[in-house]
């Protein structure tokens, strides 16, 4: 509830009151938990805001053990797409990004095999690919997210990529725009 308090509020203070309990409960979750891979992506998610290296310390080695058809694959691979993103953020090194990329289109992918539509990964697969040029992309991938969240009645991925398809669309419109520009040209010098 934290979490989604921290990630939905548009009010700052309430972002803020919320992230200050998300801490303390990871620390509780991690005390009383018996499965060892959640174990490891809890105390993975108690480093990456701060220390997204530490966190991929922690996940990579369990990941890379994880039978193709786990699914935890889903929620690990999110997890370190975040880790890769984090340190892309902070030394703007292109292949983290691309590294971040990977495991959320890994995720995403997992997501669809699994039968889930609230589509976090594919959203930020979107995300990467309008910020990199790829705007048709893009645009298809968080149109398929908002479709499925409405149908799914996943309301606060609804909202959330509610702030996020409004840039996509305006560059997929002015995308279209420009395309449609040069097969004017393109006819008017064949006639």
Known sequence: TYIWQAEFSTIAEDKARAREHILPLRHLTIA????????????ALTFLPHDPQQA???LLPIYRTLPDNSPYIRYFANTLGSCYQHLYWQTNNPP????????????????????VLEHASLREVALILYQRGDIERAYQYMNCCIQDAEQSSAKLRTIEMANDMPLI?????????????QL??????MI
């Open 169 to 181: 669309l305006n560059a997929y419109r002015t995308h279209i725009t420009q395309q449609q520009h």
């Open 96 to 115: 983290l990004q691309d590294s971040a990329l990977l495991y959320f289109a890994t995720s995403a992918i997992a997501d669809m095999q699994q039968g």
């Open 32 to 43: 009383s938990e018996t499965d060892s891979a959640w174990l490891k992506q809890e105390q």
């Open 56 to 58: 991929l310390d922690i």
């Open 184 to 189: 004017k040209l393109l006819i008017y010098a």
